[in-house]
């Protein structure tokens, strides 16, 4: 391509506003320019006159680059260029997201099964947090699985453990939902949980005695008579709210 149709073409582009389209442009300029060339070729015609003849029906740059700004409006082409780019980093966000979803679910069910859960190990691991030796401790074991679906989560209560000191372990697992913003991409601790026996009386879990194992939540309940028969247990707050009954002579499992 010679110097003249080089500097034919920088005229043209110089009309043209929105710059992200000079590419694109000036790739179709020069093949146009190189079906002429090949079109006169043939002619005995020096370098000066086929550039005269190329230019002459090309035309005036200065229109042409008119021209083609007036199809290539700046605010149009910027608003399309900032929209694909909105919906790559979206598709890209929402993949990410989802891929941690599946991910993250299956792992937790995985490794959360009832099947590899050694109850005697979750206890003693109890134990070890409280510097107290729970290696033989009496215990009675609640074997329940409640599904409650939340909104952006779902939440599996797979056990309660009631020991002989009259205090209790309820052990859980929350597996995420998709969620397009990723608001709920923590696993939840369910710390306002409240727990009532048969007898009415309210119990509270014990901040300083909450822990993870095997991807299971495992919250400590103060005070928890041994011999509870009936466990209500409720959840409430401002967007999400349940409440369940758990009846030990329907789920307790000999240890």
């Given amino acids: 391509m010679s110097s003249v149709s080089n500097s034919y073409i920088k005229q043209v582009l110089k009309q043209v506003k929105f710059i992200v389209d000079h590419r694109s ?26 550039n005269l003849k190329i230019l002459e029906e090309m035309g005036n740059p200065i229109d042409l680059g008119q021209s083609l700004n007036q199809v290539h409006k700046p605010i149009l082409g910027y608003i399309w260029v900032v929209s694909r780019s909105m919906f790559i980093i979206i598709l890209c966000f929402t993949l990410n997201n989802l891929y941690q979803t599946i991910v993250g679910t299956s792992l937790i069910k995985k ?21 107290t030796d729970y290696s033989n401790k009496q215990f009675k074991d609640w074997d329940i699985h409640v599904v409650k679906e939340l909104a952006y989560s779902k939440i599996i209560f797979e056990r309660i453990i009631l020991l002989d000191d009259n205090n209790m372990l309820l052990l859980y697992r929350s597996e995420r939902k998709f969620d397009l913003f990723n608001r709920y991409n923590n696993l939840f601790m369910y710390n306002s949980l409240k727990l009532k026996t048969e007898t009415g009386i309210q119990y509270v879990q014990d901040m300083n005695v909450q822990m993870w194992m095997n991807d299971l939540m495992i919250s400590y309940f103060v005070d928890v008579p041994y011999d509870s028969k009936e466990l209500t247990f409720n959840f409430n ?17 000999e240890n």
């Fill in 111 to 131: 490794s959360s099964s009832d099947v590899n859960l050694d109850v005697r190990q979750v206890v003693k691991a109890v134990g070890e947090l409280k510097k």
């Fill in 25 to 50: 442009i000036k790739r179709e300029l020069n093949s146009h320019i190189q079906d002429l060339i090949d079109e006169h070729q043939w002619q005995d015609l020096s370098e000066d006159e086929l």
């Fill in 237 to 253: 707050q401002v967007s999400e709210s349940f409440n369940f009954i758990v009846k030990g002579s329907e789920n307790e499992q």
